[in-house]
């Protein structure tokens, strides 16, 4: 507060090229800070598609799994759905993961239907999720920033 008094009150002037660049560094400083907390904030992008269930070949089974954000507290959960290959429902789980981010949260549905499938002697696994990042992630590997 004092800095912006000093500045309005001061009998010193600033081009406005000067006032452009420190607005624009600030607001570049936003960015990447509120980008680099995507937990408090996720982003949300949003594309029409399609979606359809489809049975597993036969003797696989399938889990479906999602991840889920509240916006109030900010709180992150996942869950799936194991299913046989006449869509029989088989078993399911949730879990709650507290603070994460959404992707963070797409990755532990994966990870905990793995685990889950392992536990239950599931040798044929086909693991659906809406996440193409989860899916890149795994198929591609993730660079150091992420």
Same mark, same amino acid.
């Given at each position: 507060?004092?800095?912006?008094?000093?500045?309005?009150?001061?009998?010193?002037?600033? $081009?406005?090229? /000067?006032?452009?660049?420190? !607005?624009?560094?600030?607001?570049?400083?936003?960015? %990447?800070?509120?980008?680099? *907390?995507?937990?408090?904030?996720?982003?949300?992008?949003?594309?029409?598609?399609?979606?359809?269930?489809?049975?597993?070949?036969?003797?696989?089974?399938?889990?479906?799994?999602?991840? $889920?954000?509240? /916006?109030?507290?900010?709180? !992150?959960?996942?869950?799936?759905?194991?299913?046989? %290959?006449?869509?029989?429902? *088989?078993?399911?789980?949730?879990?709650?993961?507290?603070?994460?981010?959404?992707?963070?949260?797409?990755?532990?549905?994966?990870?905990?239907?793995?685990?889950?499938?392992?536990?239950?002697?599931?040798?044929?696994?086909?693991?659906?999720?809406?996440?193409?990042?989860?899916?890149?992630?795994?198929?591609?590997?993730?660079?150091?920033?992420?």
């Amino acid at each position: 507060m004092a800095r912006q008094k000093q500045f309005v009150f001061s009998q010193t002037t600033t $081009s406005s090229s /000067d006032i452009i660049r420190k !607005v624009a560094y600030f607001m570049e400083s936003y960015f %990447h800070v509120m980008s680099s *907390l995507d937990w408090i904030s996720p982003k949300r992008s949003y594309s029409n598609i399609l979606v359809g269930w489809e049975f597993p070949p036969h003797q696989w089974i399938k889990c479906n799994v999602d991840a $889920s954000y509240q /916006d109030e507290g900010n709180l !992150v959960g996942c869950g799936g759905c194991y299913r046989d %290959h006449t869509g029989k429902w *088989l078993s399911g789980f949730t879990r709650r993961l507290g603070r994460c981010s959404i992707n963070m949260a797409e990755l532990w549905a994966i990870y905990t239907a793995i685990i889950l499938g392992r536990n239950a002697n599931i040798t044929k696994l086909w693991i659906e999720t809406d996440s193409n990042l989860a899916v890149t992630l795994i198929t591609n590997g993730c660079s150091d920033r992420q």
